[in-house]
């Protein structure tokens, strides 16, 4: 039966404000964007379009709905209550539209597509000198990545059943009230992403970019290609991808947690301003969303825990592999953990985010706080090729990366004999059951790379796509009546599309039961 949906992902009045050419830039601390959201101007020149582009990145955080969503948080008995976070937590389906929901989300993630397909649209008009192939770059880019994200968001993995219901992939800007749109199905779209990955590759240039981190670089394009060719299972891609990034020794680009804990020794809440950083090396493509994920989640009542049976413990303080023997490993040191402020006892959290207010910021639910997201990192591109290298069976390259990782990030060279490395309990399967096989060797080294993929990027919601890709269960100690176990094969791993969007034809996801909406 054909599903479709009309109007689906943002007003008519937003709808018009981009088929019109009127600017839709919010504010940025980094980037020269018009401090007026709602100014129309007119798009006459190829200023504009990259203006309209600079507004087309995600105005809208996903780590505020999707980390209390993983293992990587437990319930903090006197921290501050609020809905979403608590819905999050017990993986409920959420449509209420404030910031951090996956709404805000979806509805950004759509607007930013309109923005894409409004400049390529008046891209057409002008002489495809470099500076116009550059903004097409950009806009395929744009478009592309936001399509992936919703796509991994709000449809199963991919590999699935041929038949799995994608989102829909927008490719023109909206000029008519009513306009009907089918979802097609995850293969369908990840075709879709990859034509225009491909195509934004081959022409963004950074040459004419002021601040190239804010926008996608060629090096964050690649680091895109590595991810995405990773979902997707295209090893020897996500190869040759990260090896643009990385270059031949990738040492240089990788987060020095090592260093970090030296220049931070009593200043573990000043994180932020060497996370966030453009001039870190391993900062590939930032971007400002209005967020109040800064301000939130030190006293959240579900968060990062510190305690000896918290999660804390759990993720940096264990062995990196079961055959270590009496070796020591413990991360949480090197990764300048802060406390969370009393009566909240056993929180401990990461302090990775700035806040830039506009306004005076005040009252349960303030509004114009800007937060600084990290959406793509060199870090991640290792890790991603180590995945690849595993998956090709080239297992000595794998544990090189290894090596390299460990002497960058912390200062220590791994004394793991390399055939340990590709040694573990068949027990694992139980945990780690991706849509393609893995034989033990492989299934020894996935294991490692992903812990440390947990690890890196604790506090970031990136654990959530590892946690579908490989169809790991959680478990919460909660005595709620909403809890119920999050199971591998589980329905609540996939969002639940918008409500105004199943009034409008949308298909819903399924769910196995009914849940209290919120």
Same mark, same amino acid.
């Given at each position: 039966m054909r599903k479709t949906h009309k109007t689906l992902f943002f007003s008519l009045l937003l709808a018009a404000w981009v088929a019109t050419g009127t600017s839709l830039t919010g504010c940025n601390k980094f980037l020269d964007k018009n401090p007026d959201s709602e100014l129309a101007i007119d798009i006459d020149s190829e200023e504009r379009i990259a203006e309209l582009l600079t507004g087309a990145y995600p105005e809208a955080s996903y780590i505020a709905f999707l980390e209390p969503r993983t293992d990587n948080v437990a319930e903090?008995?006197?921290?501050?209550?609020?809905?979403?976070?608590?819905?999050?937590?017990?993986? %409920?389906? &959420? !449509?209420?539209?404030?910031? $951090?929901?996956? *709404?805000?989300?979806?509805?950004?993630?759509?607007?930013?597509?309109? @923005?894409?397909?409004?400049?390529?649209?008046?891209?057409?008009?002008?002489?495809?000198?470099?500076?116009?192939?550059?903004?097409?770059?950009?806009?395929?880019?744009?478009?592309?990545?936001?399509?992936?994200?919703?796509?991994?968001?709000?449809?199963?993995?991919?590999?699935?059943?041929?038949?799995?219901?994608?989102?829909?992939?927008?490719?023109?800007?909206?000029?008519?009230?009513?306009?009907?749109?089918?979802?097609?199905?995850?293969? %369908?779209? &990840? !075709?879709?992403?990859?034509? $225009?990955?491909? *195509?934004?590759?081959?022409?963004?240039?950074?040459?004419?970019?002021? @601040?190239?981190?804010?926008?996608?670089?060629?090096?964050?394009a690649y680091a895109f290609a590595s991810r995405f060719y990773l979902f997707k299972g295209e090893w020897a891609l996500v190869v040759a991808y990260a090896n643009y990034v990385l270059g031949a020794k990738p040492q240089p680009f990788l987060r020095p947690w090592w260093q970090y804990a030296r220049q931070l020794l009593f200043h573990h809440d000043d994180l932020y301003r060497l996370y966030n950083s453009p001039e870190e090396p391993a900062n590939l493509l930032l971007t400002t969303t209005e967020s109040r994920l800064a301000r939130l989640m030190p006293t959240e009542r579900y968060g990062s825990t510190g305690t000896r049976l918290g999660t804390v413990h759990e993720v940096f303080n264990k062995k990196y592999h079961e055959q270590l023997g009496d070796v020591s490993?413990?991360?949480?040191?090197?990764?300048?953990?802060?406390?969370?402020?009393?009566?909240?006892?056993?929180?401990?959290?990461?302090?990775?985010?700035?806040?830039?207010?506009?306004?005076?910021?005040?009252?349960?639910?303030?509004?114009?706080?800007?937060?600084?997201?990290?959406?793509?990192?060199?870090?991640?591109?290792?890790?991603?090729?180590?995945?690849?290298?595993?998956?090709?069976?080239?297992?000595?390259?794998?544990?090189?990366?290894?090596?390299?990782?460990?002497?960058?990030?912390?200062?220590?060279?791994?004394?793991?004999?390399?055939?340990?490395?590709?040694s573990t309990s068949a027990a694992n399967y139980d945990l780690f059951s991706p849509n393609y096989g893995l034989s033990l060797k492989q299934l020894a080294m996935v294991k490692l790379i992903v812990d440390f993929r947990r690890k890196e990027f604790y506090g970031e919601g990136l654990r959530w796509f590892d946690l579908r890709r490989f169809h790991?269960?959680?478990?919460?100690?909660?005595?709620?009546?909403?809890?119920?176990?999050?199971?591998?094969?589980?329905?609540?791993?996939?969002?639940?599309?918008?409500?105004?969007?199943?009034?409008?034809?949308?298909?819903?996801?399924?769910?196995?039961?009914q849940q209290r909406l919120r």
């Open positions: 903090r008995p006197n921290g501050v209550h609020n809905s979403l976070n608590e819905a999050m937590f017990f993986w %409920e389906d &959420y !449509d209420q539209e404030d910031l $951090d929901t996956p *709404l805000n989300y979806w509805n950004a993630c759509y607007k930013g597509i309109a @923005q894409a397909n409004k400049a390529l649209e008046l891209l057409k008009s002008y002489p495809k000198t470099e500076r116009v192939k550059a903004l097409y770059g950009e806009a395929f880019l744009l478009r592309a990545y936001l399509h992936f994200m919703l796509v991994n968001l709000w449809s199963e993995p991919y590999g699935g059943a041929a038949s799995n219901p994608g989102i829909p992939y927008v490719t023109r800007p909206e000029k008519h009230a009513l306009v009907d749109y089918q979802r097609g199905t995850v293969g %369908e779209v &990840y !075709d879709k992403i990859e034509a $225009d990955l491909k *195509l934004g590759i081959t022409l963004v240039n950074d040459t004419y970019y002021k @601040q190239p981190k804010f926008h996608f670089n060629k090096r964050a490993s413990q991360f949480e040191g090197l990764y300048t953990f802060t406390n969370s402020p009393v009566p909240l006892n056993n929180g401990r959290y990461l302090a990775k985010f700035d806040e830039l207010s506009t306004t005076e910021s005040i009252g349960v639910k303030p509004r114009d706080l800007y937060v600084t997201n990290v959406l793509l990192t060199a870090d991640e591109v290792l890790l991603n090729r180590m995945e690849a290298y595993v998956m090709l069976r080239d297992y000595d390259r794998a544990i090189d990366d290894f090596v390299e990782y460990m002497e960058a990030k912390f200062g220590y060279t791994p004394t793991l004999e390399r055939a340990l490395y590709t790991i269960p959680v478990k919460r100690s909660s005595n709620s009546a909403y809890y119920f176990p999050l199971e591998k094969e589980d329905p609540r791993k996939v969002l639940q599309i918008p409500t105004e969007a199943q009034r409008r034809g949308l298909a819903p996801n399924p769910r196995d039961r």
